[in-house]
């Protein structure tokens, strides 16, 4: 008899249950990802003269192996443009010079927008949002703090071993200095950005939830493992027991991620306030004491007036209504400015993070249910990577924890991120699924090369800009992204990596380069343009959410609201931000050409394009035309498209702005523009 | 300028719009176009598993939970008790809850399968009770309405799983390809956890739900950017051959890419949506007796569409009571689901008869109900409301091949727990597949390497509930 899936299940879960450690532990160990890394020997290659750096050697020799041939270098100025969008995320300035490629790409990531861009590519792995989702939707009002310490990171190339500690542990380092101390509490904030369900009425389920979404989050950002996998049940795929959930759990729950459970729940944030930031705080509230001091001063002056002047002996209901003219106004403005002293709120300043609480060990809670609970847990690491001993009961084991992932022996932490870097750079990772490095994740393409740039990149001090150089500087980055035919015919998808990758502009490059050819991009580095008070939920009553995007700073600053992303956003594949997300998809779709034919954004960009060219009043139309072309698509016209694009602003219509206008439009909206060849 | 002279006169691009589409659309046979995500082709119409009896879904979804006591599943033995508390122990719910609620409403029997319906649907039951195939014996996970509504939509209540929606589309492809294949309405903004009710999630993204905010009667409103506020039709075509002229030069240089040609098809099918979609959407063009019998409301307006986007054959549409969750009715309860019931009778029993009458309703599998029930007993402090309930509520079908004048399974005496026939969300859906001849078993993809089904690893479809 065919057994059914619901009985594989039932009999998976009863055999999970009757032995926590019935995991081959011995036999999971020999998966690939966790053997430790050896740094590879340069595989031998005939064409010699294409190598430009050792990844070339090991792209190359697949190739040759395949009977296949690498396409040709790029044409210089597509190169250009493809180097400015993958380290900084916008066009290249028109008409710059190319000077050499490696001082360009070094002089690329030298500009502030390097680290916008790259924090980017961060925030999307450690599922950042200014607010908490779910069903309290209450607002990351200070998480701008943490986006600005991962800008600042990368911009200041940290070691990302180091970025990996502080991330984890930070509030636990030893301090140099005050700033150093605030930004390494600031960097906390990665285990506590997750979406929580604060109105959970179950406190010990809610905290329990918690924990697991930062295991999950841990696991699968840094160590590309579905940790999370193993709260009901041994994981069934990985080598990682019930027991060593619940051992990672209880580093978790010897850390303080909530002040409060009481619903709606507040997670911790720390506190940057000095003396001075609380003095002016009270000064403030004594304005306004003072103010409403004022205030009833004067009506209890006008009260009395009242009284005299009707002859009567008690207040008429709404007495304010009655108030002579002059007495009307001058209590409005006193209300008025005592108002604004309120609406004014001088806030103290936090950052959302996490600290030391006490240390405890959790028992396996059986089934993932905290009412059912089994063994005690001393907290340690998963014993298929580590030798599980037991954390001292002196200290959470955060710290300890974050050592262990960021140590140049554990054989994920460098292999995970240099696949993050390769998937940023190709759209694809060496390993195709970046977050899951698991049995259930899919085997790398070129071990030999993940291994070789996970060793490369610890022996570089986890320099992530030297990693970036590194592989811009290859000939395999440097490629055209034509096909040709016997590569289409061995390898369609390119898995053996024969030309570059066509790849659309995510939506941030594509939204700030919009506001860069127009000349609007403003490119203030850091902070924050959402107002919103802490805690408070960003939907109203009425289910709206007052949110707006029109500033003009880069799209990394606009705020990213959970359940309720930025159209543009949502329609050009942003990701959920409320998991780990390494993977973006790439999707085509018609609201995607709706976006560029009709919305408010294009429009008011290609607007402005058009304005700024006609004002140029010393350029004719065939140079207009010239100048359009550099910025939008960073070449000049050939002479037939410049010809074809003069006859269509002449015969458009009669209105010589309109007629730019729907040019500058079928521009941006074209192949050309949106995708990097 | 009028026709693309220029583009004729000039070697570099090809010379007309209908031959590029034609040449471009090659590649793909029948090109489709919703939209494509490497390389796939997502929306072309596809075959089903076996023949199937229902073509198309409408998921009229009571967001909040409707209480099956007061609706579809009368209990006279909680009228009885009314005030007293249950000769059982309560269900673990999510609040505290006290004695027995007897329905304040009262039943009658309807058509001549004498299906017993509550007052406040008795335009719907004497409209349409015949063709109603009542389930009282949903069963779900847990009390709280987030993963409930992930179970109902997606399959399961904490994953990021594709939406029903979304399966349906994979499954079927599309039967027009001017508008999107899956079209969710939901007046006055987002249900809780919002587009996350009907989204792809690691299917292609062209499968995801197109959400409308039904609030607003205004085409350009009902859709973003759906129209030019600055061009008018002509002029936007001429821009439009314009760019695609670029995009030719583009293309023509790198022989096919899929990727290249999708996006060139989506911007064709956007151009087209602008007026399909202005259309389909404008329910002034119905006839003047049509438009009073769905009535002047929002849900007459939104099923008037509904059938309107039926007709031009949108597979999968979704139709919510209102955002937040609007049967909610922890308090209050008999004005609330009086009021929410009330809302929905007419259109409801228009929109059955109507289909009926253009012999759609046969193709058209409807499904109603919320993400789960409400308890028997009321809840603290009010007492005049009841509590969430997962363990057993009611949802029913109507058309698409499914049994009319039926009721299937029940809950115990005082409508708490499902005892008898118990159909979980995972058996809906498979039996909902089933209608659309789709092997919930085989209707799966690969992803993160491993096969992915709506039902997981769960699921049966239930033979009773087969007309």
């Known amino acids: ?196 369900v604060l109105a959970e009425p179950d406190k010990m389920k809610m905290e329990m939830d918690i924990i697991d979404e930062q295991i999950d989050t841990l696991g699968k950002a840094l160590l590309g493992l579905t940790l999370g996998c193993a709260r009901c049940h041994d994981h069934k795929f990985d080598p990682i027991p019930t027991a060593d959930y619940y051992a990672l759990a ?428 | 300028m009028n026709s693309p002279s220029s583009i004729q006169g000039n070697a570099e691009f090809v010379t007309t719009r209908r031959e590029f589409l034609a040449r471009t659309g090659t590649g793909f046979g029948m090109m489709a176009l919703a939209g494509l995500a490497n390389g796939e082709q997502p929306h072309a119409p596809k075959a089903p598993h076996f023949a199937p009896k229902a073509k198309r879904v409408v998921h009229l979804f009571m967001n909040g939970g409707p209480s099956q006591v007061d609706t579809f599943d009368p209990k006279p033995m909680l009228t009885k008790l009314h005030g007293q508390p249950l000769p059982v122990k309560n269900f673990r719910t999510e609040r505290r809850t006290g004695h027995a609620m007897g329905s304040p409403y009262s039943f009658k029997q309807y058509g001549q399968s004498g299906l017993p319906v509550s007052e406040i649907f008795a335009k719907t039951a004497a409209a349409a009770a015949d063709d109603l195939c009542v389930i009282r014996s949903m069963k779900a996970e847990v009390p709280n309405h987030e993963p409930s509504l992930m179970l109902m939509n997606c399959g399961d209540g904490q994953l990021p799983r594709p939406s029903f929606g979304a399966w349906v589309n994979y499954g079927l492809g599309t039967m027009n390809e001017n508008l999107p294949g899956f079209i969710v309405m939901c007046p006055g903004g987002y249900p809780i956890v919002a587009t996350r009710n009907w989204r792809s999630a690691f299917l292609p993204g062209a499968y995801q739900g197109t959400h409308l905010d039904t609030k607003h009667t205004d085409v350009t409103k009902l859709i973003a950017n759906i129209r030019n506020s600055r061009l008018s039709t002509s002029e936007q075509r001429q821009q439009l051959d314009l760019a695609q002229a670029l995009n030719a030069r583009h293309l023509k240089a790198r022989a096919a890419d899929p990727q290249l040609e999708a996006r060139i098809q989506t911007f064709e099918l956007a151009f087209r949506m602008q007026s399909e979609a202005t259309d389909v959407f404008d329910i002034k063009r119905e006839p003047k007796h049509i438009r009073e019998a769905y009535g002047s409301g929002t849900h007459g307006r939104q099923l008037l569409m509904t059938r309107r986007l039926l007709e031009r054959g949108v597979r999968f549409i979704q139709v919510w009571s209102g955002n937040g969750q609007p049967w909610d009715n922890h308090n209050g309860l008999e004005k609330n689901h009086r009021k929410l019931a009330g809302e929905w009778d007419q259109p409801l029993a228009a929109f059955l008869t109507d289909l009926r009458q253009r012999g759609l309703l046969d193709s058209t599998l409807v499904l109603w109900g919320g993400e789960f029930g409400r308890t028997p007993v009321a809840e603290y402090p009010a007492l005049n409301g009841r509590d969430h309930n997962h363990y057993g509520f009611t949802c029913w079908l109507a058309g698409g091949g499914t049994r009319g004048g039926y009721a299937h399974g029940a809950t115990d005496e005082f409508g708490f727990r499902a005892v008898k026939d118990v159909v979980h969300v995972h058996d809906l859906h498979a039996t909902m597949l089933h209608l659309l001849g789709l092997d919930h078993e085989r209707l799966t993809y690969r992803h993160a390497g491993r096969d992915f089904r709506l039902t997981d690893v769960h699921g049966n479809v239930v033979k009773e509930l087969l007309g």
């Open chain 1, 250 to 677: 209880g580093i978790f729950k010897s850390t303080k991620t909530m002040d409060s459970l009481k619903t709606i729940a507040k997670w911790h944030e720390h506190s940057f306030a000095t003396p001075a930031h609380k003095k002016l705080k009270e000064k403030h509230e004594a304005l306004i004491a003072t103010q409403k001091k004022v205030v009833n001063a004067f009506t209890a002056k006008a009260n009395q007036q009242l009284l005299v002047e009707l002859k009567l002996e008690k207040l008429p209901t709404n007495p304010e209504g009655k108030y002579s003219k002059t007495n009307q106004v001058e209590l409005a403005k006193l209300n008025s400015t005592l108002k604004r002293l309120e609406a004014d709120v001088y806030v103290l300043p936090s950052a959302m993070g996490v600290e030391d609480g006490n240390a405890t060990n959790l028992p396996i809670f059986v089934r993932g249910n905290h009412e059912r609970p089994g063994e005690i847990q001393p907290r340690h690491f998963p014993r298929a990577l580590s030798d599980g001993k037991p954390i001292s009961d002196k200290v959470s084991g955060r710290l300890e924890l974050a050592q262990w992932i960021a140590n140049r022996n554990n054989p994920l932490t460098a292999r995970v991120m240099v696949n993050r870097v390769w998937r940023w750079h190709f759209g694809r990772g060496l390993v195709t699924t970046p977050d899951n490095f698991g049995k259930l994740g899919v085997k790398p393409s070129h071990p030999e090369l993940l291994d070789w740039l996970a060793a490369w990149f610890v022996e570089n001090g986890w320099s992530v800009k030297k990693l970036n150089a590194l592989i811009l500087n290859s000939a395999t980055f440097q490629m055209s992204s034509m096909p040709n035919a016997a590569a289409l015919e061995i390898d369609p998808t390119n898995v053996l990596m024969s030309r570059a990758p066509l790849r659309r502009m995510e939506a941030e490059p594509l939204r700030d380069s919009l506001l860069q050819i127009s000349g609007q991009l403003d490119l203030k580095v850091g902070g924050t343009i959402w107002t919103f008070e802490n805690y408070k939920l960003v939907f109203n009553h009425t289910s709206e959410d007052a949110t707006t995007y029109n500033s003009n700073r880069r799209a990394i600053y606009l705020p990213v609201i959970r359940n309720h992303v930025y159209d543009l956003f949502e329609l050009f594949d942003f990701p959920d931000p409320g998991t780990v997300n390494g993977n973006r998809a790439d999707t085509t779709i018609a609201p995607q050409s709706l976006y560029l034919m009709n919305s408010p954004l294009v429009h008011r960009t290609c607007a402005t394009m058009a304005k700024q060219l006609l004002a140029e009043k010393k350029l004719n139309n065939t140079e207009r035309v010239e100048w359009l072309y550099v910025k939008v698509y960073n070449r000049k016209p050939t002479a037939n498209e410049s010809k074809r694009a003069v006859a269509f602003v002449n015969e458009f219509c009669q209105e010589r702005q309109a007629s730019w206008q729907a040019l500058c439009q079928a521009l941006v909206s074209s192949n050309e523009f949106l995708y990097l060849k």
């Open chain 1, 1 to 196: 008899m065919k057994m059914t899936a619901r009985m594989l299940v039932f009999l998976l879960v009863a055999t999970a249950l009757s032995a926590a450690d019935k995991i081959d532990l011995a036999k999971g160990q020999k998966h690939w990802a966790f053997q430790p890394v050896k740094k590879p020997a340069l595989p031998t290659v005939k064409n010699k003269a294409w190598v430009k750096t050792p990844i070339d050697q090991f792209i190359l020799a697949r190739l040759e192996k395949a009977g296949l041939q690498p396409a040709p270098a790029a044409a210089p100025r597509d190169l250009q443009r493809r180097i400015h969008y993958a380290l900084r995320g916008l066009p290249p300035v028109p008409n710059s010079k190319i000077v050499d490629l490696k001082s360009e790409i070094k002089i690329q990531m030298a500009t502030p927008q390097y680290g916008e861009r790259w924090a980017r590519h961060w925030l999307d792995v450690v599922r950042y949002a200014d607010s908490n989702g779910l069903d309290e939707n209450a607002a990351h009002a200070n998480a701008w703090r943490y986006r600005d310490y991962v800008v600042t990171s990368f911009n200041a190339d940290k070691p990302f071993d180091q970025f990996v500690i502080e991330q984890i542990a930070g509030d636990l380092l030893p301090t140099k200095g005050e700033a150093a101390r605030r930004e390494q509490r600031i960097a906390t904030g990665f285990l506590s950005l997750g979406p929580k």
